[in-house]
């Protein structure tokens, strides 16, 4: 089988993150903002969530569900964290089916407005496809409106293929899926 990967692997160092993110030109004045730390949490990252931005979830984030959240094995979190200040996230949730290998259900991506328009989301989403990657998921996907540009916008530059399984019935949604079985040379 031909793979069609358009990522291209490149070191954990915020330099090399940069460079493939954003082609090697830098997204703001150099000295004017240090880039943002994108990690994947754990059980021990708790606290982390009981400082979050506006305007990065849905809610508050309540405690007993963040604690229950990164507990569960299957469900992930990669946040975007600026000093000690949650600005971004991405959730998943990786699941086996009795006719399919394990896939990647990208759940929700949220940035801070004041954050939007640095590439975070993309840093994120890429480190999750790597953790689905890494969890031995063959694939990932994710439906959003079609209305939404922005997330529309990002699922197309990290690889999304248009036309993942979803509701063909409801021409609001678009799914978007992501071959993990394919890696790109070193």
């Avoid at 975070?120 to 989403?125: D, E, G, L, N, Q």
């Avoid at 990932?140 to 409106?145: N, R």
């Avoid at 690889?159 to 040379?185: I, M, P, T, W």
Wanted: aromatic share 6%.
């Amino acid at each position: 089988m031909l793979c069609m990967c358009k990522a291209t692997r490149v070191g954990h160092s915020p330099r090399g993150i940069a460079r493939a993110i954003f082609g090697g030109h830098r997204p703001f004045p150099e000295g004017s903002r240090t880039l943002t730390d994108i990690r994947l949490l754990s059980p021990g990252d708790q606290a982390l969530l009981a400082n979050v931005a506006d305007d990065v979830f849905d809610n508050p984030v309540d405690p007993a569900l963040a604690r229950a959240f990164l507990a569960d094995p299957r469900h992930h979190i990669v946040a975007a964290i600026d000093g000690a200040l949650v600005v971004g996230f991405v959730t998943a949730v990786d699941y086996i089916h009795p006719d399919k290998p394990a896939e990647l259900w990208i759940n929700e991506t949220g940035v801070a407005p004041t954050h939007q328009g640095q590439g975070i989301a993309k840093r994120m989403f890429a480190a999750m496809l790597d953790h689905g990657r890494a969890l031995g998921c063959t694939s990932a996907w994710v439906l959003t409106d079609r209305t939404n540009a922005a997330a529309n916008a990002l699922y197309l530059s990290v690889g999304g293929v248009e036309g993942a399984d979803h509701d063909r019935d409801n021409q609001d949604l678009v799914g978007y899926a992501f071959d993990l079985a394919c890696r790109s040379a070193p």
